[in-house]
């Protein structure tokens, strides 16, 4: 199935503002809610602008666009903790019950939280990165050091440099990805958003908070994770390394694991058919 920016394009009017998403499938297939991650310039259309059709084909599907990045409305708050509470929103306003849900890196992240405090919400999940703690790679990784030297000063050598960290090939990174990606970072409203998660200011503050905190991080809870669910990595990631998918392989009662060779962060993207294939699979089970 063919999908353009304009053609699946959709706002919602919610109490707390617009929430823009995209949508593509057949109106009576069941329904699919993909989660974008976090970083410069990223939105739920660029993350799966290339797979939409594909799951489409199959279900009804939903890109919702987080709070904060530039396309829906922000709201007050951290954006992890607005983009868990937006997708509630969304789902409310359109009557959906209970949906699978595919999350890239954060939107990984944002699944997990939902799937252990709204487990009636998620029926299966698919994570692409970034969930769990990192266990034998440093903290932070290279991707997120650059993502941060980014972030404090923000200029186009810094993004071409993280750009560059994201995948395991680098002809990926074209000018036109580049520019596209520059010209959505520099939205005044997604660089509050990368400041209050990558800033060096923030980052020190949330490892105060962490050092001085009773309360558990998220990934110690995932053996609450109740939905069927599906680990997905890339070999050669450079954000959040293969190792981290150990801890929610092992704590998460009913997970799997698939890793993807001469692949990085973007598995959707870089590679797009044998993640979909698996991902096809997984929700077909």
């Keep these: 199935m063919d999908v353009t920016y304009d053609a699946t394009r959709r706002e919602l009017t919610t109490e707390q503002g617009t929430l823009c998403y995209h949508e593509a499938g057949d109106a009576d297939a069941p329904p699919l809610i993909l989660l974008h991650g976090s970083g410069p310039g990223v939105t739920g259309w660029r993350n799966y602008r290339g ?45 959906i019950e209970k949906a699978p849900m595919i999350g890239n890196s954060m939107g990984g992240v944002v699944g997990v939280n939902l799937a252990i405090k709204k487990p009636d919400r998620v029926e299966k999940l698919v994570t692409i990165g970034g969930v769990g703690p990192n266990v034998f790679s440093s903290s932070p990784s290279e991707g997120l050091r650059l993502l941060q030297e980014f972030t404090d000063d923000p200029d186009r050598d810094k ?98 694991l698939h890793i993807f060779p001469n692949c990085g962060h973007w598995v959707m993207i870089e590679a797009k058919a044998a993640f979909e294939s698996a991902v096809r699979a997984f929700l077909q089970r």
């Design 51 to 95: 797979n939409l059709g594909v799951f489409a084909e199959t279900h009804h599907c939903y890109v919702l666009e987080f709070p904060g990045f530039g396309v829906s409305a922000p709201v007050e708050g951290h954006p992890v903790l607005t983009a868990g509470s937006s997708v509630i929103r969304f789902m409310d306003a359109l009557d």
């Design 159 to 256: 993004l071409v440099r993280w750009l560059r960290a994201m995948v395991y090939d680098r002809t990926l990174v074209t000018d036109e990805l580049i520019e596209e990606r520059w010209q959505a970072a520099i939205h005044p409203d997604a660089r509050k958003t990368a400041q209050m998660m990558y800033g060096s200011a923030a980052f020190e503050m949330q490892q105060q908070f962490m050092a001085a905190s009773d309360t558990p991080p998220y990934w110690s809870m995932m053996h609450k994770v109740a939905c069927p669910t599906l680990l997905t990595w890339g070999r050669d990631d450079r954000v959040s390394p293969p190792d981290m998918s150990m801890v929610p392989m092992r704590l998460i009662p009913n997970a799997e």
